[in-house]
């Protein structure tokens, strides 16, 4: 798949996820054969008024290039003064603008999914950081009730000069319940130039085909599903080239990624910027005496003992 000048190795991309998207869980997704990154969403205002907080959140690695930041805001002349400091810093691949968050932190102040209500804002924004930056942009969206709107979104997104869009098939207000409206997508292919990448209810591999052959897009990209599940992408692009379902066992796999996230968190010095409890019991969640693990994880006193206490369930297999 390519993106303007961006050639990528698949079409099978990791969603930007606030708290979730750090530089070790992007690393082992890149790993198992994520196409693509993005950073966690960070605040254009943030970046302007030079927040160190924001800035770390685009840190990156050569070896997860290409590599994308997504960026939210309201004000086309802050979010491009903020992509232009971000590309002078870090020099991404490519800089995504966030129009489909639903989360009321964001939707309050008229960012995210509130910009969906101003087609022309949506316009004046993406123009702006495509005259601003030379990395290319893309947009993410989320999808109105009116389906016709919503292309017409799309299109104002192409025309202001973005590269890319990618569809999250809810409405804001759904926020994560309910099905992904993948129609929505297969309208945009067919009404764009650019490529058009398919989100939401992605989380196996006959999801991932299924949407790609329904929707006719370009890539697919995957969130929610991939938490403390990195290993989904190798499963993914393993049948997607193959179309066999790939032999594995789950809960030695889930076991083996959690104490190599750990690890990593340790490696890149981020230990204390994430909660370790809450992110150690992603990677077990849905797995055979999951709930035993969660609960010794909730007691335990560091990273050792988290690792302990998940090994110990499967110390035999392991």
């Known amino acids: 798949m390519k993106i303007e000048k961006v050639h990528f190795p698949g079409n099978i991309f990791l969603a930007p996820m606030a708290d979730v998207t750090n530089i ?3 690393l082992m997704c890149r790993n ?3 196409s693509m990154t993005y950073s966690e969403m960070i605040s254009s205002d943030a970046i302007v008024y030079e927040s160190a907080k924001a800035f770390e959140r685009g840190l990156s690695f050569k070896d997860e290039r290409p590599f994308g930041i997504q960026i939210f805001g309201n004000s086309p002349g802050i979010m491009s003064r903020a992509a232009l400091k971000i590309e ?3 020099n991404p691949d490519i800089i995504d603008i966030n129009f489909g968050c639903p989360s009321n932190l964001l939707t309050k102040d008229g960012s995210g999914s509130a910009l969906l209500r101003s087609p022309d804002l949506i316009y004046r924004i993406t123009k702006e950081l495509c005259e601003t930056v030379s990395a290319p942009v893309t947009a993410k969206i989320r999808v109105l009730e009116d389906m016709e709107k919503t292309v017409q979104i799309a299109g104002l997104i192409e025309t202001a000069g973005a590269c890319a869009i990618t569809v999250h098939g809810r409405t804001q207000q759904q926020h994560y319940s309910g099905k992904a409206m993948h129609e929505y997508a297969k309208r945009i292919k067919c009404e764009v130039s650019i ?4 989100n939401g209810d992605i989380i196996d591999e006959i999801s991932a085909r299924d949407t790609l052959e329904y929707t006719g897009c370009d890539g697919i990209m995957i969130g929610r599903a991939a938490m403390g599940n990195p290993f989904l992408f190798r499963r993914i692009s393993h049948y997607l080239k193959t179309g ?4 594995y066992n789950e809960c030695c796999q889930r076991v083996r990624d959690l104490e190599k996230y750990l690890r990593l968190l340790q490696e890149h010095g981020l ?3 994430v909660n370790l ?3 150690a019991q992603w990677f077990t969640k849905g797995i055979p005496g999951g709930k035993y693990i969660r609960t010794g994880i909730a007691d335990a006193k560091d990273i050792e003992g988290i690792i302990e206490c998940a090994r110990g369930m499967y110390r035999d297999a392991l």
């Open 24 to 26: 070790p869980f992007r």
């Open 32 to 34: 198992y054969g994520a």
């Open 88 to 90: 002078e810093t870090y």
């Open 195 to 198: 490529p058009v990448i398919a």
């Open 244 to 247: 066999e379902l790939l032999e």
């Open 271 to 273: 230990t204390h910027k």
């Open 277 to 279: 409890r809450s992110h």
